[in-house]
């Protein structure tokens, strides 16, 4: 079994910076703001889940900075290991928006409606 087979809490920060392309990084607290961003995005997302606000432009910003930073497929394998599956449907919408997915990827998967209606709407 190779080191990355599946993400684990003992992996996850190994495997981020194997895939972290980030030329203005000049210190570690760089990686670990980035990293942070998963965070957000888990907090957002529960907002949502929980209050039914959702803050889709502030979703949508941290979304574009983890992907600008990290190569597409790990940071999608970094996104629903780090995201609990029953948010998973919110966020694979905003990744099918931004093109980071294709729609039949993931097909167990569904979409969030609502949210890809306030996409659309943008």
Known sequence: MKLFDELNR??????????????SCVEADDFY?????FKYII???????????????????????????????AANKMMFYRIETGLWPQIKTFLVYLNYIPENQYKDIGIDIKIAKRLQDL
């Open 33 to 37: 703001e980035d990293l942070a961003r």
């Open 10 to 23: 003992d992996n996850f920060e190994l495997y981020a910076a194997k895939y972290y392309d980030n030329p």
């Open 43 to 73: 907090r957002l997302l529960r907002k949502y889940r929980d209050t039914g606000i959702l803050q889709e432009r502030l979703i949508l910003n941290h979304v574009i900075c983890i992907y600008n930073v990290f190569e597409t497929s």
